[in-house]
């Protein structure tokens, strides 16, 4: 019979992976804690209509990338592509702007996009995120930015902070005008897909990889000459407090993010670890989303990594505790086996309860090859082993042995 095989662009992620997985995930809830976020479980599927909306009707993820289906009940929804519209939906949905102050949320998760696989870059990819919303300070800019700097650094994890201003919606427009005329001069020089995007989303033409397009873009109008003194003076002090903050940074004029909903702030963390797929954590304010998906006016901004990006980042996972394997020598010991195994759970100890059956030899085989460092042989008597040194210690009485490992571990 034929094997049935993940779908391209999935993954299975199990041991080493996993654990790498978790990690990331659990370092950067404590910081998300510490810097006072409270967590959001949301949904996977949405209304189609949330992320045309949001993250732009004409940008690549809507046009191309979405999972989208018809439910059962005839609802168009979507596999979600991204964590920040489900955020803004339920932050307007279940008013927690009606709570006053302003609100710090996180999450984390799998999210969808139909892209091209390659390394780094999956169908099914997972990100930990966090939005901020009802403030407009460029100090919630500033600090949003130092967390996650603060979480790329506890994993270890070095990169290049990029950031930009992108104006208002209003000074983006005349941008965009602008650019337009310029792009239209160079048509015949630039890329099939730029060509396309002059007309439906120009800003993206200064994103292009291909050589010659490039060309054409570094002589491009800047968007920093079209926008307000209000947003250069956000950004002034944006850059003000991340130099008192210790973080360094490049400013590229040319960062404009892949979704349509940023106004002002804008910044990505690179590697040059990564190939192509070198974005490890991006993010940016969004002031009028609140508003274009049905809420109150509400200052927002927020950011997202990628798990998996960072996963191929990690370099060192933090030392566990020593798996501890209790064999019982023949069956009339198996019961105290099994409540040795027990007690040292309670201590908080990492314990394998042999199970297979057969001779002692089989049985040790087996302890050694799951990398226990520790075999305890139940009889009359414990024998404690340590597997590296080969150092045997008998004990007499189980309360000693249990308190000895807790101490120990
Ligand atoms: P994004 O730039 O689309 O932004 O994605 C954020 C991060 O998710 C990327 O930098 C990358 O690390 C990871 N990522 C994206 N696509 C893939 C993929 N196909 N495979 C693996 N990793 C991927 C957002 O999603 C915004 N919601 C960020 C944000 C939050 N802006 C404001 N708040």
């Known amino acids: 019979m034929s094997k049935i095989k993940k779908i391209r662009g ?20 404590k910081i998300f804690e510490k810097y006072n976020f409270e967590e959001i ?22 046009q191309k990338e979405m999972y989208v289906f018809t439910d059962r009940g005839g609802r168009q929804v979507a596999l979600r592509p991204e964590g920040t519209a489900s955020t803004v939906r339920a932050y307007i949905e279940e008013k927690m702007y009606a709570e006053g102050g302003y609100k710090k949320l996180f999450y984390e998760g799998a999210m969808f ?25 460029p ?6 930015i130092k967390m996650v700097k603060d979480i790329l650094d506890s994993l270890n994890i070095q990169t290049t902070l990029e950031i930009n201003t992108l104006g208002s919606f209003e000074d983006r427009k005349n941008y965009i005008k602008a650019l337009k005329e310029y792009l239209n001069k160079y048509k015949e020089n630039l890329c099939e897909t730029c060509n396309v995007r002059i007309e439906t989303n120009p800003l ?30 956000r950004f002034e002090k944006i850059k003000d407090y991340l130099k ?14 892949g979704l ?23 993010g940016g304010r969004y002031d009028k989303l609140v508003e274009q998906l049905g809420g109150p006016a509400t200052p927002a901004l927020g950011f997202a990594a990628g798990i998996e990006r960072l996963m191929l980042l990690v370099e060192n996972l933090p030392t566990e505790k020593p798996l501890i394997s209790v064999i019982s020598i023949a069956d009339e010991f198996n019961i105290e086996a099994l409540k040795l195994a027990d007690a040292l759970r309670k201590k908080e100890l990492k ?24 075999v305890i042989f139940v009889s009359e008597k414990y024998e404690l082993k340590n597997m590296e040194t080969g150092e045997q210690e008998i004990f007499e009485n189980k309360e000693d042995l249990i308190d000895i490992l807790k101490d120990k571990f």
């Open 260 to 282: 349509d909903y940023y106004t002002d702030t804008v910044f990505e963390f690179t590697t040059d670890k990564l190939g192509a797929q070198n974005t490890v954590a991006a």
């Open 10 to 29: 999935f993954q299975d992620i199990y041991g080493e992976n996993a654990k790498k997985y978790r990690y990331i995930v659990e370092t950067a809830r």
């Open 41 to 62: 479980i949301l949904p996977f599927v949405e209304d189609i209509s949330l992320f045309v909306r949001s993250v732009g009707e004409e940008t690549d993820i809507v």
């Open 351 to 374: 314990v394998e309860n042999i199970m297979k059956e057969g001779s002692l030899k089989s049985k040790m085989k087996l302890a050694n090859k799951i990398g226990s460092k520790y």
């Open 113 to 137: 996009r139909y892209e091209r696989p390659q390394a780094g870059r999956y169908r099914q990819f997972h990100q930990i995120g966090a939005e901020i919303f009802g403030i407009s300070s």
């Open 204 to 233: 993206r033409v200064l994103d292009c990889k291909v050589e010659s397009c490039k060309d054409i873009t570094k002589e491009a109008p800047k968007i920093t000459d079209f926008i307000s003194e209000e947003s250069l003076t």
């Open 244 to 257: 008192a903050l210790n973080v360094p940074f490049v400013e590229n004029p040319r960062l404009v993010r």
């Open 139 to 144: 100090l919630a800019d500033a600090q949003l």
